[in-house]
C-alpha cells in the first residue's frame, strides 16, 4: 500500500511535490495552510508531513506544536522546507526530523522521504 505524504505549503511548490509524489506512486495531499494542515493531518494520519515555515496566518512553528499536541499525531515524523537556512536550528529542536533548503532539488526531497520510510 503506498504511503501517504502530507505537504504543507502556500505556494505552487506545494502542487509541484503532490504531483511528484504521486509520479513515484506515493498518496501526495496538499494542505494550503497550517489549519488545514493540522485537519488533514488527522483525516489521513500520514507516513511523513512536510511544512513550510513561513505561511499566512499560524506559522510552520505553530503547525508543528499542534501536531505533536494531538496523540494519533503526535509521533509523525516532519520535514521542514525553508528558504530561511537561520530557522533550521530551531526547527529541529522542536522536533522536526529533517529541513530541506529552499530551493531543493526534487531528488532532495524524495531521498528525505524515503529515508524516513525505510528507518
Known sequence: MPSTILIVED?????QLVEILE????????AVNA??????????????ILTDLMMPGVDGFEFMSRVQAIPAIAHTPIIVMSAAVDRRAKALEMGAVGFLSKPFLNAEFLAAIRQLLSS
Open 35 to 48: 489549519l488545514e494542515g493540522v485537519r488533514l493531518a488527522q483525516e489521513h494520519q500520514p507516513a511523513v
Open 11 to 15: 505556494s505552487d511548490l506545494g502542487e
Open 23 to 30: 509520479l513515484e506512486g506515493f498518496i501526495g495531499i496538499r
